[in-house]
T-cell receptor, first 115, second 112 residues
């Protein structure tokens, strides 16, 4: 298996621009998570989906952030408009609960820099 | 209630030494405690995990010790190697509930 795939790996944009991050979970996994990692705040859960349905979006910082999962093999995280404080590494992860084990498999991340 | 506190923030250990990272939780409903390892430029990856029905779990050089009454758990890395240099996250979740609460991370550096 190729693992969780994220694109782009790096993104540099200017303040006010729209940013779209993409994720392809591991085939067969029915949970998908979006995290943000910064030095100051560590690893934060933004939103997660189960069977393409958003379950908990309480971590989404504000209305500028939105996430969709149109099908089992694709999800997007969009920031519009972007701000310098959104600069971070964004991770997508997926999981398939088995026997109660909740192992999450993380992608390589997208490093976002908003100038 | 959902917080997982992790210490130390950073740790330097000599090669061959023991690395110890500690975590504490508040929510007694947590029943699954994984540790994730993250190398620079990579996403976190599951290292080892424990459930509260056992007090210790060992996998190779990595051991989790769990103290249910104190609501604390720790990761011990025996015979630490430079290749172990990474950031380690403790985490906790409730059974059947996929949301995982992560600690703040410990940056471990193993020096030769």
């Amino acid at each position: 298996d190729a693992g969780v795939i994220q694109s782009p790996r790096h993104e540099v944009t200017e303040m006010g621009q729209e940013v779209t991050l993409r994720c392809k979970p591991i085939s067969g996994h029915d949970y998908l998570f979006w995290y943000r990692q910064t030095m100051m705040r560590g690893l934060e859960l933004l939103i997660y989906f189960n069977n393409n349905v958003p379950i908990d979006d309480s971590g989404m910082p504000e209305d500028r952030f939105s996430a969709k999962m149109p099908n089992a093999s694709f999800s997007t995280l969009k920031i519009q408009p972007s701000e310098p404080r959104d600069s971070a590494v964004y991770f997508c992860a997926s999981s398939f609960p088995s026997g109660g084990a909740e192992t999450q498999y993380f992608g390589p991340g997208t490093r976002l820099l908003v100038l | 209630q959902q917080q997982v506190k992790q210490s130390p923030q950073s740790l330097i250990v000599q090669k061959g030494g023991i690395s110890i990272i500690n975590c504490a939780y508040e929510n007694t409903a947590f029943d699954y405690f994984p540790w994730y390892q993250q190398f620079p430029g990579k996403g976190p990856a599951l290292l080892i995990a424990i459930r509260p029905d056992v007090s210790e779990k060992k996998e190779g050089r990595f051991t989790i010790s769990f103290n249910k009454s104190a609501k604390q758990f720790s990761l011990h890395i025996m015979d630490s190697q430079p290749g172990d240099s990474a950031t380690y996250f403790c985490a906790a979740s409730k059974g059947g509930y996929q949301k995982v609460t992560f600690g703040t991370g410990t940056k471990l550096q193993v020096i030769p």
